[in-house]
């Protein structure tokens, strides 16, 4: 069957069949972006190191060196600055102790009293590792800090010493280099391309051809994920194109943090256009990526998850080719993680795969997926449901008719019309969004009668009525808009026969004028149809120009439609004769206010779709 239409504006923000194959897929701009970029607590920006003296530097200093020695700041600032080797040493040692402090470590007195430009110095030959070492590790902990320590450090000039230390024989005083520059890299883009441009991504790439120890490989790769994070500007290509290759040997380990960094540093680099998709995607890494999405480590999980919902904003070939690695059998099982966030970023992948054309879709359906995706609706906490009503908005923009009924045979619609009490405005204009696609996709083929009344059983209708009356704009138009084109007749026909208006005379359901409100002369300007006992209803019209709308208070619980016209209108209104407004009238007598539109706005048709990812 044919794809449905969709209007202009939705799918400009989505790919979908047909549509120029150089504007497809574009990236879902976020507006959360908790899902969209890496948490502190997921993968860390800057490390403090807080650990005991390495040992092998520990056997270099003799063992008057190391006894606990209390300095005083003033004693710490005067004994770094000496030439006397040994109180230098123990001054050094000092401030990186009081530097590594888990609380509160006095990071600004530091850099305050002027101490960094020495410890520059410090890392520089001729000076002894074990000199070299508490030096890079003070200033590895004064890098860890804000982005104006950070920048201290930086304009301390320490960036090439680091960069020389990396080639130290002393593993040790390498790997601190190695951490210092990490922090340095990922406090942002400008410290990052200096790193870069230092030339420390070769002295990197050649320390993970050597045999170093699990611990040092950790922040090799920590590092190396902190010289792909960042975007505006991205990483130079040229880069990219030297770390790419370590990145895909590094994907094959088997320790969980080098893992879990690797996938973070692929997650930033396919966090971009297509292009930069491509170059990740090239290297064949997709498989790996998507068994470690299925696996149960979540340190993992998480981050290989992320990439491949980031690949799958990519073209239509770059998303088959991440279907085809295994992620439509992985999907379903990731909807049920029992971790919330694990559901909302599997759901935001699914999303992006929904927004594609028919063939995508089908491989969706034809994986089980729906039923997950359902219960998710259901549910789900809200920042997942979310996520789960942007898939089905993404499946409407591409779905034939045939699979946007597999859709509703699925139960979305149900869950659907219970989220349209949320206080969420954009969802709710999603959610109406569907309604109004799936409706149209009904009447194509004369399906819409039983879709109607499976609306009405679903509570649906009454829903969508009371939204007529919500104050944001555009909720209570669309709502309109889905009443009068689908329901008026049918909700008519359903009064006529409660109220027995249908074997009445006509004068019992006459039109009655009412005084003109503010604002029109004494042109009569609106009426309002009487219910069944005449005198039960009181209408009290008048203009709110601050507001441009007119409110009409009901008093009556039976009263459902306000009929709205003008013998001579202003010229700024453009009201027809047979403009019919539904008022939504609770049981209980009280009050509702249709938002109409004001002076110089027509009641415009429903809004064309301006669905967009979230």
Same mark, same amino acid.
């Given at each position: 069957m044919p794809a449905l239409d969709a209007p202009e504006e939705r799918l400009r923000k989505f790919k979908y069949w047909g549509k120029d194959a150089s504007v497809r897929r574009q990236q879902r701009v976020a507006a959360s972006l908790e899902l969209r970029k890496a948490k502190k607590d997921e993968q860390s920006l800057k490390r403090r190191n807080i650990g005991p003296l390495s040992s092998d530097v520990a056997s270099e200093v003799p063992a008057t060196r190391v006894r606990g020695v209390s300095l005083t700041l003033d004693e710490i600032i005067k004994g770094v600055n000496?030439?006397?080797?040994?109180?230098?040493?123990?001054?050094?040692?000092?401030?990186?102790?009081?530097?590594?402090?888990?609380?509160?470590?006095?990071?600004?007195?530091?850099?305050?009293?002027g101490l960094i430009p020495r410890l520059v110095e410090l890392l520089k030959p001729p000076v002894p590792p074990h000199l070299q070492f508490?030096?890079?590790?003070?200033?590895?902990?004064?890098?860890?800090?804000?982005?104006?320590?950070?920048?201290?450090?930086?304009?301390?000039?320490?960036?090439?010493?680091?960069?020389?230390?990396?080639?130290?024989?002393?593993?040790?005083?390498?790997?601190?280099?190695?951490?210092?520059?990490?922090?340095?890299?990922?406090?942002?883009?400008?410290?990052?391309?200096?790193?870069?441009?230092?030339?420390?991504?070769?002295?990197?790439l050649a320390l993970l051809s050597s045999a170093i120890p699990i611990t040092f490989l950790r922040n090799v790769t920590w590092t190396l994920s902190n010289l792909c994070r960042n975007k505006n500007p991205y990483p130079s290509q040229a880069a990219v194109r030297q770390v790419l290759p370590a990145l895909t040997h590094l994907l094959c380990h088997h320790d969980s943090e080098v893992l879990s960094d690797t996938c973070w540093a692929l997650s930033y680099l396919t966090d971009g256009h297509n292009e930069r998709i491509g170059q990740v995607v090239d290297t064949g890494v997709l498989p790996r990526l998507v068994e470690l999405m299925?696996?149960?480590?979540?340190?993992?999980?998480?981050?290989?998850?992320?990439?491949?919902?980031?690949?799958?904003?990519?073209?239509?070939?770059?998303?088959?080719?991440?279907?085809?690695?295994?992620?439509?059998?992985?999907?379903?099982?990731l909807l049920r993680h029992p971790k919330s966030s694990v559901q909302k970023e599997a759901t935001w992948a699914l999303s992006n795969v929904a927004a594609g054309p028919p063939h995508?879709?089908?491989?969706?359906? !034809?994986? /089980?997926?729906?039923? +997950?995706?359902?219960? #998710?609706?259901?549910? *789900?906490?809200?920042?997942?449901?979310?996520? %789960?009503?942007?898939?089905?908005?993404?499946?409407?923009?591409?779905?034939?008719?045939?699979?946007?009924?597999?859709?509703?045979?699925?139960?979305?619609?149900g869950p659907l019309m219970d989220l349209l009490t949320v206080p969420d405005v954009r969802i709710v204009v999603i959610i109406l969004d569907v309604v109004a696609c799936v409706l149209q996709a009904a009447e194509k083929v004369r399906e819409k009668a039983s879709l109607c009344l499976l609306l009405e059983e679903l509570g649906g209708v009454d829903r969508i009525e009371a939204l007529q009356l919500h104050e944001n704009r555009q909720i209570s138009r669309s709502a309109l808009s889905i009443i009068e084109k689908h329901f008026s007749e049918v909700r008519d026909r359903d009064r006529h026969v409660?109220?027995? !208006?249908? /074997?009445?005379?006509? +004068?019992?359901?006459? #039109?009655?004028?009412? *005084?003109?409100?503010?604002?029109?002369?004494? %042109?009569?300007?609106?009426?309002?149809?009487?219910?069944?006992?005449?005198?039960?209803?009181?209408?009290?019209?008048?203009?709110?120009?601050?507001?441009?709308?007119?409110?009409f208070s009901l008093w009556s619980p039976e009263c459902?439609?306000?009929?709205?016209?003008?013998?001579?209108?202003?010229?700024?209104w453009n009201l027809q004769d047979q403009n019919w407004y539904r008022v939504a009238v609770g049981k209980a007598t009280g009050s509702c206010h249709p938002q109409l539109p004001g002076p110089g706005n027509a009641i415009p048709p429903s809004e064309p779709r301006r669905l967009r990812f979230e």
């Amino acid at each position: 069957m044919p794809a449905l239409d969709a209007p202009e504006e939705r799918l400009r923000k989505f790919k979908y069949w047909g549509k120029d194959a150089s504007v497809r897929r574009q990236q879902r701009v976020a507006a959360s972006l908790e899902l969209r970029k890496a948490k502190k607590d997921e993968q860390s920006l800057k490390r403090r190191n807080i650990g005991p003296l390495s040992s092998d530097v520990a056997s270099e200093v003799p063992a008057t060196r190391v006894r606990g020695v209390s300095l005083t700041l003033d004693e710490i600032i005067k004994g770094v600055n000496s030439l006397d080797p040994t109180l230098c040493f123990l001054a050094t040692q000092a401030a990186r102790k009081m530097l590594s402090q888990e609380r509160n470590p006095p990071l600004k007195v530091m850099v305050e009293a002027g101490l960094i430009p020495r410890l520059v110095e410090l890392l520089k030959p001729p000076v002894p590792p074990h000199l070299q070492f508490e030096a890079a590790w003070a200033l590895t902990n004064i890098a860890s800090g804000t982005s104006e320590q950070t920048r201290a450090v930086v304009e301390g000039g320490a960036i090439p010493p680091l960069t020389e230390l990396l080639s130290s024989p002393h593993a040790t005083v390498c790997e601190q280099a190695v951490w210092a520059l990490g922090n340095i890299a990922g406090d942002g883009p400008e410290f990052r391309d200096l790193v870069i441009s230092g030339g420390a991504i070769p002295h990197l790439l050649a320390l993970l051809s050597s045999a170093i120890p699990i611990t040092f490989l950790r922040n090799v790769t920590w590092t190396l994920s902190n010289l792909c994070r960042n975007k505006n500007p991205y990483p130079s290509q040229a880069a990219v194109r030297q770390v790419l290759p370590a990145l895909t040997h590094l994907l094959c380990h088997h320790d969980s943090e080098v893992l879990s960094d690797t996938c973070w540093a692929l997650s930033y680099l396919t966090d971009g256009h297509n292009e930069r998709i491509g170059q990740v995607v090239d290297t064949g890494v997709l498989p790996r990526l998507v068994e470690l999405m299925a696996g149960s480590e979540l340190s993992v999980l998480s981050p290989a998850l992320r990439t491949v919902g980031n690949i799958v904003t990519g073209t239509d070939q770059q998303t088959q080719k991440a279907l085809d690695a295994g992620m439509r059998p992985a999907l379903p099982q990731l909807l049920r993680h029992p971790k919330s966030s694990v559901q909302k970023e599997a759901t935001w992948a699914l999303s992006n795969v929904a927004a594609g054309p028919p063939h995508h879709i089908q491989q969706l359906i !034809a994986s /089980d997926i729906l039923p +997950a995706l359902v219960a #998710l609706l259901k549910s *789900a906490e809200f920042k997942v449901q979310k996520e %789960a009503v942007w898939t089905v908005a993404n499946f409407t923009t591409g779905a034939s008719v045939e699979q946007l009924f597999q859709l509703v045979h699925a139960g979305v619609l149900g869950p659907l019309m219970d989220l349209l009490t949320v206080p969420d405005v954009r969802i709710v204009v999603i959610i109406l969004d569907v309604v109004a696609c799936v409706l149209q996709a009904a009447e194509k083929v004369r399906e819409k009668a039983s879709l109607c009344l499976l609306l009405e059983e679903l509570g649906g209708v009454d829903r969508i009525e009371a939204l007529q009356l919500h104050e944001n704009r555009q909720i209570s138009r669309s709502a309109l808009s889905i009443i009068e084109k689908h329901f008026s007749e049918v909700r008519d026909r359903d009064r006529h026969v409660e109220t027995g !208006a249908g /074997d009445r005379p006509a +004068a019992q359901g006459h #039109l009655e004028p009412i *005084a003109a409100p503010r604002g029109f002369g004494g %042109a009569r300007c609106a009426c309002v149809r009487r219910c069944e006992e005449p005198g039960a209803v009181t209408v009290s019209p008048s203009l709110k120009e601050e507001e441009e709308a007119i409110s009409f208070s009901l008093w009556s619980p039976e009263c459902s439609c306000v009929r709205i016209f003008t013998e001579n209108p202003p010229s700024a209104w453009n009201l027809q004769d047979q403009n019919w407004y539904r008022v939504a009238v609770g049981k209980a007598t009280g009050s509702c206010h249709p938002q109409l539109p004001g002076p110089g706005n027509a009641i415009p048709p429903s809004e064309p779709r301006r669905l967009r990812f979230e």
